[in-house]
């Protein structure tokens, strides 16, 4: 019997039942607002069916955040693109095991460009599908996907398509998709071959040993008699200097100094271009910051004109208003003006007639 856990995770333990898959993909893959309605009816048909654990399952099936939501909208409606970047982080990763510094350059600044095209891309598909992604939310799509090309195990909850949170990634250790997933273990619903393959690292160097000066392995041929008065043992106080150095390094033999050598070339190489690939992410997030801190800027001065612009045209139309307010007055005391003069001129006819009258008597 299959799975139906809704919980944590990308994989691990019994394949998940195809029906809550197959729901789960609807769910996600509809605009965020419809979520929480649509997961109710789709728990309520599957109980109607009778399929009571999956119905169970769906109901806990948690509601996207809105970058998350994004990301997997990402999934589906630029799926060229998330194999690009996806195939390139990978190439990312073999070249940093391989200490091929040049070539990670090259792909470091590929990786720049690709994702300030995704992520534009991305904020027009939220745009297109009715609503819209702040910068602060489009910032941590963005770092899903950059976290998705450092880690196989984040590129295998990204390509399901069915992320609830955002994940994050230091390029340091394993991305933490605990609870990423809506569905553990569901499979890809985009098929990237190679992307969830971790790359093979290099093995790092052993340590030379404090009493023979060795990289590890077998113990070169003399070697075996009690160190020199002076060497370091392990757990003693350790003394070596300069002359300790010189002596260990006089007495390995020329193979065993050019391994030495080597052991220390490809981690200085390995350590530069961990530095390099830091120095460029850090850039990278510093120029995103600084992008929106100008955007914000932007934005903030448009309000600012429009609101001088919405003030001025109140203050315009106040001024006619006024205007046409004082013209009125104007001509209702002119015209007051006129009856006076016209009430004045009766009186005066009427005097005048009274007077008449009267002389007449």
Do not use: I
């Not at 023979?212 to 003394?239: F, K, V």
């Not at 929106?292 to 139309?317: K, M, Y």
Request: charged share 35%.
């Amino acid at each position: 019997m299959t799975g139906t856990g809704a919980d944590a995770g990308t994989g691990g333990g019994a394949a998940p039942d195809e029906r809550l898959v197959a729901v789960a993909r609807e769910l996600y893959g509809r605009p965020r607002a419809e979520f929480t309605v649509a997961r109710t009816a789709a728990a309520r048909a599957l109980r109607a069916e009778g399929a009571k654990e999956v119905s169970a399952a769906v109901g806990r099936l948690r509601a996207p955040s809105a970058a998350a939501w994004a990301v997997d909208l990402l999934v589906r409606r630029r799926p060229d693109e998330v194999r690009e970047l996806l195939g390139l982080g990978r190439g990312l990763r073999a070249a940093q095991a391989a200490l091929a510094g040049p070539e990670l350059r090259e792909l470091v600044a590929t990786q720049h460009r690709l994702l300030a095209a995704v992520r534009e891309g991305l904020v027009a598909d939220v745009r297109e599908a009715g609503t819209s992604l702040s910068d602060a939310l489009a910032h941590e799509a963005e770092e899903t996907v950059r976290a998705a090309m450092g880690d196989a195990g984040a590129a295998a909850a990204l390509l399901t398509g069915l992320l609830v949170r955002t994940l994050e990634g230091s390029g340091l250790t394993a991305v933490d998709v605990e609870g990423a997933v809506a569905v553990p273990g569901a499979p890809p619903l985009l098929d990237v071959p190679g992307a969830t393959e971790a790359a093979d690292a290099a093995e790092p160097p052993a340590a030379p040993s404090p009493a023979t000066g060795s990289t590890g392995g077998a113990e070169p041929p003399g070697r075996d008699e009690p160190p020199a008065p002076g060497a370091t043992r392990p757990g003693g106080r350790r003394r070596a200097g300069r002359d300790d150095a010189a002596r260990h390094g006089s007495a390995r033999g020329p193979q065993e100094q050019a391994e030495h050598g080597r052991a220390e070339r490809e981690r200085a190489e390995r350590e530069r271009a961990e530095r390099e690939r830091a120095e460029q992410e850090r850039a990278e997030r510093e120029r995103a910051e600084q992008d929106r801190a100008e955007r914000e800027a932007e934005q903030r001065r448009r309000r600012e004109r429009e609101r001088a612009l919405g003030e001025e045209s109140a203050a315009a139309e106040a001024a006619e208003a006024a205007s046409r307010a004082r013209a009125d007055a104007d001509g209702a005391v002119a015209e007051a003006r006129e009856r006076l003069d016209a009430a004045a001129a009766e009186v005066a006819t009427l005097a005048r007639r009274l007077d008449a009258a009267r002389a007449a008597e």
